[in-house]
């Protein structure tokens, strides 16, 4: 159940750097020297690659096995929060969106499949539950939080206070998940 909770803080992580410019969109316009309706965008923009990542990213993955994939996954989330945290301009920010929405649709797609593989068949719905958790709690609390943390440290600190939480997560992943074989060979 540890490796549970730590798929679903991956996804906590996950869903939060996704949704936590919608607080942020006045500072990061401000900083970036760009409009608020650009920063908006970064929102629909991580939102693409999401959906791109989630239809095509198996065909990229197929073969490997998922653990691998989910670290990989895991360290693009790094990417991105690097990116964000330290772009120097509205192209560098985007492509940290574009890394999240890689991150999320990749992750996404992936994770009930590797839940259903290191839990007992009985406890799977309790699993997928569990994973959908962290999925609603983020999407409950990074608004607020996003608003709280560009208030006391700015709209860079916020995305920052994720990147620890985000190592501590692929720590943890590289130690509890336990090889997992693609079932289907790379095409």
């Known amino acids: 159940w540890g490796t549970v909770f730590c798929i679903s803080l991956a996804m906590f992580v996950l869903i939060a750097a996704a949704f936590m410019p919608v607080a942020l969109l006045t500072p990061i316009a401000g900083h970036l020297g760009i409009t608020e ?24 993955t197929g073969g490997f096995d998922r653990r691998t994939v989910l670290l990989i996954y ?46 007992p068949e009985r406890d799977v719905a309790k699993a997928l539950s569990m994973l959908q958790g962290g999925s609603a709690l983020a999407a409950v609390v990074a ?36 090889k997992l074989p693609s079932r289907g060979s790379k095409t």
């Open 143 to 178: 608004q607020p939080m996003g608003s709280y943390l560009g208030g006391l440290v700015g709209w860079r600190g916020a995305f920052f206070v994720l990147l620890p939480i985000t190592a501590i997560v692929l720590f943890w992943q590289a130690i509890a998940l336990p």
């Open 74 to 119: 895991t360290l693009v989330l790094i990417g991105s929060g690097l990116a964000v945290t330290f772009a120097p301009n509205y192209q560098v920010f985007m492509l940290g969106r574009a890394l999240i929405g890689m991150a999320i649709g990749g992750y996404i797609s992936l994770t009930p499949a590797v839940i259903a593989r290191i839990v």
């Open 37 to 60: 309706g650009q920063a908006g965008q970064a929102i629909a923009f991580s939102g693409l690659f999401a959906v791109l990542t989630s239809i095509f990213g198996a065909n990229f």
